[in-house]
C-alpha cells in the first residue's frame, strides 16, 4: 500500500485532535460533555478511518451512488472546515466563560460597594441617634 502525503497530514491532524478532545474531557474542562466528546470522535476518528483506507469510501460512494473517488480533494476539505468549526466553537467557548467571570466578578464588585454603602448609613444613622 502506498502512502500519500494527505494521508499522513490527516492522521497526524485527527490523532491531535482525539487528543486534545479526550484530555480535556478527561480534565473535565469547562464546556465538555460527553455528546461533544463522541462527536469528535466521529468525526476526526472517521477522517483519520477514511485516510488510512481510503477504499472505505468506494464502498459509501457506491452506497450512495457516487460513481468518482476524489478522497483526496474532499478529505482535505472536509478537514479543513472541521478543523475551523471546532477552532471557532473552542474560542467561542472560551469567550464566554470570559464574559461570565468578568459578569460575575464585576457584580460581586457592585454589591461590595453596595453593602459598604449601607454599612455606612447604618453607622451614620446609629451616630445621629446617639447625639440626637
Do not use: C
Not at 460527553?34 to 469510501?57: E, Q
Amino acid at each position: 500500500m502506498k502512502v500519500h502525503l494527505y494521508q499522513v497530514v490527516i492522521v497526524a491532524i485527527s490523532s491531535v485532535m482525539l487528543y486534545l478532545g479526550l484530555k480535556e474531557f478527561i480534565n473535565r474542562e469547562t464546556g465538555q460533555t460527553i455528546l461533544k466528546l463522541m462527536v469528535r470522535l466521529l468525526v476526526w476518528g472517521g477522517m483519520a478511518l477514511i485516510a488510512i483506507y481510503p477504499n472505505f469510501t468506494l464502498i459509501i460512494a457506491r452506497v450512495m451512488g457516487v460513481v468518482d473517488n476524489f478522497n483526496a480533494v474532499v478529505l482535505m476539505g472536509f478537514l479543513l472546515v472541521f478543523l475551523m468549526l471546532f477552532k471557532l466553537l473552542s474560542a467561542i467557548e472560551k469567550i464566554e466563560q470570559n464574559v461570565s467571570e468578568l459578569t460575575r466578578k464585576e457584580a460581586l464588585n457592585e454589591a461590595h460597594e453596595r453593602i459598604e454603602l449601607l454599612r455606612q448609613e447604618i453607622k451614620e444613622k446609629k451616630q445621629r441617634e446617639a447625639a440626637g
